[in-house]
Protein backbone atom coordinates (compact mmCIF):
# COMPACT_ATOMS: atom_id res chain seq x y z
CA UNK A 1 0.00 0.00 0.00
CA UNK A 2 1.30 3.82 -0.83
CA UNK A 3 -0.25 6.67 0.56
CA UNK A 4 0.62 9.69 -1.83
CA UNK A 5 -0.38 13.09 -1.09
CA UNK A 6 0.36 15.81 -3.94
CA UNK A 7 0.81 20.04 -3.07
CA UNK A 8 2.53 22.79 -5.16
CA UNK A 9 -0.46 23.22 -7.07
CA UNK A 10 -1.96 27.11 -7.78
CA UNK A 11 -3.12 30.02 -9.97
CA UNK A 12 -0.25 31.48 -12.43
CA UNK A 13 -0.79 33.73 -15.72
CA UNK A 14 -0.65 31.72 -18.93
CA UNK A 15 3.19 31.75 -20.07
CA UNK A 16 4.04 31.11 -16.24
CA UNK A 17 5.52 28.05 -14.36
CA UNK A 18 4.69 25.77 -11.60
CA UNK A 19 6.10 22.67 -9.80
CA UNK A 20 4.05 20.23 -8.41
CA UNK A 21 5.38 17.59 -5.72
CA UNK A 22 3.75 14.02 -4.57
CA UNK A 23 5.39 12.44 -1.13
CA UNK A 24 4.54 9.25 -0.77
CA UNK A 25 4.74 7.03 2.47
CA UNK A 26 5.89 4.10 2.70
CA UNK A 27 9.10 2.20 2.06
CA UNK A 28 8.27 0.70 -1.21
CA UNK A 29 8.18 4.24 -3.32
CA UNK A 30 11.35 3.14 -4.78
CA UNK A 31 9.62 0.28 -6.30
CA UNK A 32 6.52 1.66 -8.14
CA UNK A 33 6.42 3.21 -10.79
CA UNK A 34 4.85 6.71 -10.83
CA UNK A 35 3.03 9.35 -12.82
CA UNK A 36 0.85 12.27 -12.98
CA UNK A 37 -2.41 12.48 -14.40
CA UNK A 38 -5.27 15.11 -14.96
CA UNK A 39 -9.08 15.84 -14.80
CA UNK A 40 -10.24 19.32 -16.20
CA UNK A 41 -14.13 19.83 -15.54
CA UNK A 42 -16.50 17.56 -17.44
CA UNK A 43 -13.36 15.99 -18.88
CA UNK A 44 -12.36 12.34 -18.33
CA UNK A 45 -9.21 11.74 -16.24
CA UNK A 46 -5.99 11.88 -18.45
CA UNK A 47 -2.27 10.94 -18.42
CA UNK A 48 0.37 13.37 -18.14
CA UNK A 49 3.74 11.67 -17.58
CA UNK A 50 4.94 8.69 -15.80
CA UNK A 51 8.48 7.84 -14.80
CA UNK A 52 10.26 4.46 -13.76
CA UNK A 53 11.17 3.01 -10.28
CA UNK A 54 14.97 4.08 -11.42
CA UNK A 55 13.84 7.88 -12.83
CA UNK A 56 15.48 6.34 -16.25
CA UNK A 57 12.86 6.29 -18.35
CA UNK A 58 9.99 8.84 -18.56
CA UNK A 59 7.21 8.71 -21.22
CA UNK A 60 4.70 11.50 -21.60
CA UNK A 61 1.42 13.06 -23.52
CA UNK A 62 2.20 14.52 -26.39
CA UNK A 63 0.38 17.59 -25.21
CA UNK A 64 3.10 18.44 -22.72
CA UNK A 65 6.26 17.15 -24.35
CA UNK A 66 8.48 19.73 -24.80
CA UNK A 67 6.90 21.44 -21.72
CA UNK A 68 6.70 19.44 -18.61
CA UNK A 69 9.73 17.50 -16.87
CA UNK A 70 8.90 14.47 -14.67
CA UNK A 71 11.85 13.24 -12.17
CA UNK A 72 11.90 11.79 -9.01
CA UNK A 73 14.00 11.25 -5.47
CA UNK A 74 14.00 8.34 -4.16
CA UNK A 75 15.90 9.17 -1.23
CA UNK A 76 12.77 11.88 -0.20
CA UNK A 77 9.85 9.81 -1.58
CA UNK A 78 9.32 12.43 -3.81
CA UNK A 79 8.05 12.73 -7.63
CA UNK A 80 7.83 16.16 -9.09
CA UNK A 81 6.33 17.48 -12.30
CA UNK A 82 7.63 20.77 -13.70
CA UNK A 83 5.18 22.68 -15.90
CA UNK A 84 6.58 25.16 -18.28
CA UNK A 85 5.22 28.01 -20.66
CA UNK A 86 1.93 26.80 -18.95
CA UNK A 87 -1.67 27.37 -20.87
CA UNK A 88 -5.08 27.80 -20.52
CA UNK A 89 -5.48 24.22 -21.16
CA UNK A 90 -3.77 22.99 -18.43
CA UNK A 91 -6.19 23.82 -16.20
CA UNK A 92 -7.17 20.70 -13.85
CA UNK A 93 -6.91 18.87 -11.02
CA UNK A 94 -3.52 17.01 -11.33
CA UNK A 95 -3.47 13.49 -9.54
CA UNK A 96 -0.54 11.72 -8.32
CA UNK A 97 -0.59 7.97 -9.03
CA UNK A 98 2.27 4.58 -8.30
CA UNK A 99 1.74 1.07 -9.30
CA UNK A 100 3.27 -1.47 -11.93
CA UNK A 101 1.42 0.06 -15.01
CA UNK A 102 1.85 3.87 -15.02
CA UNK A 103 4.46 3.59 -17.18
CA UNK A 104 3.47 0.82 -19.26
CA UNK A 105 0.02 1.11 -19.70
CA UNK A 106 -0.47 4.55 -18.31
CA UNK A 107 -2.95 3.55 -15.33
CA UNK A 108 -2.36 4.05 -11.46
CA UNK A 109 -3.15 1.84 -8.74
CA UNK A 110 -2.54 4.39 -6.08
CA UNK A 111 -3.88 7.73 -6.13
CA UNK A 112 -3.59 10.82 -4.46
CA UNK A 113 -5.88 13.42 -3.74
CA UNK A 114 -5.13 15.47 -6.15
CA UNK A 115 -4.23 19.76 -7.01
CA UNK A 116 -5.59 22.26 -8.36
CA UNK A 117 -3.89 24.09 -11.24
CA UNK A 118 -5.48 26.96 -12.95
CA UNK A 119 -4.00 28.86 -15.52
CA UNK A 120 -5.55 32.25 -16.44
CA UNK A 121 -5.18 33.57 -19.99
Known amino acids: QVQLGESGGGLVQAGGSLRLSCAASGRTFSSHDMGWFRQAPAKEREFVAA????????NYADSVKGRFTISRDNDKNTVYLQMNSLKPADTAVYYC??????????????WGQGTQVTVSS
Open 97 to 110: AAGPFVLTHRRGTY
Open 51 to 58: ISRSGSST
